[in-house]
């Protein structure tokens, strides 16, 4: 994929968007840089009360430096409070303490944009100025419409919309008659290899697998030492499974390989029944984890509790993005997932 370039504040939003998948709402949005390279993409909710500023800057300036190349940032505040006349712009305290807490660590704001339910303007425009545009005008920039040719689209919220399961009797039944084969089987090693070498030909098919390998894929699922053979194939490292499933690799991870398992885990999803859906959705959800989306982790993991309220593996990845951990790949910016842009 050949680089594009950020010109003005109508493609930095389309890329935000794009990049996110979803139009954020009262979020603030940072991106290094590193000589005019785009790296890091990080949302975060907005705070939500006065006086914690400065732990919020200090926690926002942690996930930044973790990029450690990155010399400056940029941001959008989207927020649907609106700027009153003569008065600074809403969350003006975070801003300040953001910029002090990053100037300690040598990274400087180039520049930020305020963005409400219709308009968006420069941040650190006078008080009493107007000088913002629609929203809308976003659509005609030529970053927006390079990302919708090559097939990307931004959904108005990050709420996730999975396809409806067909919860059919003879799937069940036949995840369960797998699952019990699984158990009769000796060594154990035994069923791991089956399950990794069928798990890796799906990988490297360019279709979906029949109902009868996804009855497989989900029972294989349902062990938790073979679910964590079958999430570290994903990304075609040959390392550790642990350096693997912590996102701790010398090798940058195939993630086109990774993008293909989650369509694959969504297809088997909707062969699924209740009792059989947490692995699945855990799975999908720590595949979102390695790719830095946080929060839409978080709902799959909250998605797997609901089927499973006492699935140990969802719960425990889902203290460990409250604990606002992240993926090691994502400090690293020739093995993150991420778009290629370059700013002027």
Known sequence: MNALTIKDPADLLSFIGHTLGFWPTESLVCITLDKGKVGATLRIDLPRYPGTELPYARTVSSYLTSDTSATSIVFALYTSQHCQPGQPKPHAATIAALTGVLAENGITIRDGIFVNDETYSPYDTEPGQNISLPISTTEYSR????????????????????PTPTHEADHATA??????????????????RQASALWTAMLDSNGFPTDEDCAALIANSQFPHIRDRLMADNPGIDEPPQHILFAQTDTAPQWSRIEWAQQLLIHAYTRTSPQHAAPILTTIGYINWW???????????????DTDPGYRFARLTDQMLGAGIIAGWNTNKDAAYKTRLDMP
């Open 291 to 305: 790719e830095g989306r946080g929060s839409k982790a978080h709902q799959y993991m909250q998605l797997a509790l």
């Open 175 to 192: 995840v369960e008659t797998r699952m019990t084969t699984i158990r009769a089987q000796a060594p154990h090693q035994a069923a791991t």
């Open 143 to 162: 970053v927006n419409a390079e990302f919708i040719y090559r097939g990307s689209t931004i959904q108005p919220t990050n709420r996730i919309v999975l």
